[in-house]
């Protein structure tokens, strides 16, 4: 029975990779073989999805992502979750005083630092959730899209962290976390515990440290390009790409098909010196410059 009230949020989840793993493959000759494979693959998925709505085992959770990275807020029941989402977007989510108003996702979409932050605002979640109670399950499973969690509770929940960490991991959901603790407004004074971030939503305090650590566990970049040598880059669209990522990841976004590129120029932090020209496999650091030839 576990086994089939888990597996539509299973389909989901191997469908959203596939269509990740899509993304990040440039498409050439060599990969049309390997990208059809896997769009077959995702065709199947759906239709077993299709198959699972049908039979009303699906309870609807998981939207489609978009942006360039998606966050998710979870906890229990009533801490503010849907009023971070607010602060933090244009979602316009329901806000009451009372538990169980957030039913189903909430999307919201954030524009941070130049990059398309997808927020979900997921429904509250009760201790046992791991074995299913409150749709708990489902809930803890629909957080395995996330590029990062956001474990929200407040100032009269925080005692269930540590709770809600284990049924995470029961559901194996293993991904970077930011611990928040909502409505400071209401205690005073707070012993500010190492890795937890203390805010009141409602009244905006802390909500600026809040969005510095989101971006700083995001892990991001931005890389700005210059069409021609003498000209200014576009700062106000810059390419978001994950720590790590080098030149050839930003060749793949920009040029979804085979092009010849005859010189690469970098200018930043990653740079030896201004317009560097560099290879497809120089690793690049936040707010490098790029120009194409």
């Not at 996330?146 to 809600?164: R, S, W, Y």
């Not at 932090?269 to 560097?276: E, L, V």
Request: glycine share 8%; aromatic share 6%.
């Amino acid at each position: 029975m576990k086994k089939k009230d888990s597996q539509p949020i299973d389909l989901s989840a191997k469908i959203l990779r596939l269509e990740e793993e899509i993304r990040k493959t440039p498409y050439h000759k060599g990969t049309e073989h390997y990208i059809g494979k896997l769009r077959a693959k995702i065709a199947k998925l759906k239709n077993q999805e299709e198959q699972s709505h049908k039979s009303g085992s699906r309870f609807g959770f998981i939207p489609k992502k978009e942006g360039d990275v998606t966050i998710v807020l979870i906890g229990p029941p009533s801490v503010g979750k849907s009023t971070l989402l607010n602060k933090l977007s244009q979602a316009h989510a329901r806000v009451e005083a009372w538990p169980f108003t957030t039913l189903t996702v909430i999307p919201g979409m954030w524009d941070y630092q130049g990059a398309k932050i997808q927020i979900f605002d997921l429904p509250g979640i009760i201790k046992g959730a791991a074995v299913g109670a409150g749709r708990g399950r489902e809930v803890l499973s629909a957080a395995r899209i996330a590029d990062l969690l956001i474990l929200m509770v407040d100032v009269k929940t925080k005692n269930q962290i540590k709770n809600i960490l284990k049924e995470l991991k029961q559901v194996g959901v293993d991904l970077p976390i930011l611990t928040v603790v909502n409505k400071i407004d209401l205690i005073g004074k707070t012993n500010q515990q190492e890795k937890m971030i203390f805010i009141s939503a409602a009244n905006e305090i802390g909500l600026e440290d809040l969005k510095k650590k989101i971006w700083e566990g995001l892990k991001l970049m931005r890389i700005y390009l210059r069409k021609k040598k003498g000209q200014e880059p576009d700062f106000e669209s810059p390419l978001i790409l994950k720590e790590g990522q080098k030149v050839k990841d930003v060749v793949a976004k920009i040029f979804p098909e085979e092009k010849e590129i005859k010189q690469i120029l970098l200018w930043g932090s990653s740079a030896r010196f201004p317009g560097q020209q560099v290879s497809l496999s120089h690793q690049l650091q936040d707010e490098d410059i790029l120009n194409f030839s």
